[in-house]
């Protein structure tokens, strides 16, 4: 399987897990796997434009301003795929954290 698979994969996953503990909602479990196949497609059009244009701010915080940015990846998928909604920009904020978290295990797993 293609690396990007197994991203959106981990990413629906940790949406699942995520809301049994956070106000996420999800019409149906389906809806996990699509917000993570939109967040899959987000993160790869959207998000290293605003890597880009956001550099100056990213060198300024050391790094720390891409975790908002994740988080508006998040909150722009909750927007896209009706059925699926995270209610405001803290759990978005401590979700991204949680997928980035997740996504960064997985990939240190499959490297052994």
């Known amino acids: 399987m293609k690396p990007q698979m197994y991203r959106v994969l981990v990413s629906a996953f940790t949406f699942f897990v995520a809301a049994q503990f956070l106000p996420i909602v999800a019409t149906t ?3 996990f796997l699509g917000a993570g196949i939109v967040l899959g497609f987000v993160n790869l059009i959207i998000r290293p434009l605003l890597i880009i244009l956001t550099i100056p701010l990213n060198l300024l915080t050391l ?6 940015i994740n988080t508006w990846m998040i909150m722009l998928t ?3 795929l009706p059925g699926f909604y995270v209610k405001g920009f803290g759990v978005a904020f401590l979700v991204s954290i949680i997928i980035s978290l997740a996504n960064w295990s997985f990939k240190e797993i499959r490297r052994t």
């Open 29 to 31: 479990p389906l809806h």
């Open 78 to 80: 909750s927007w896209l």
């Open 63 to 68: 790094g720390v301003f891409t975790l908002v």
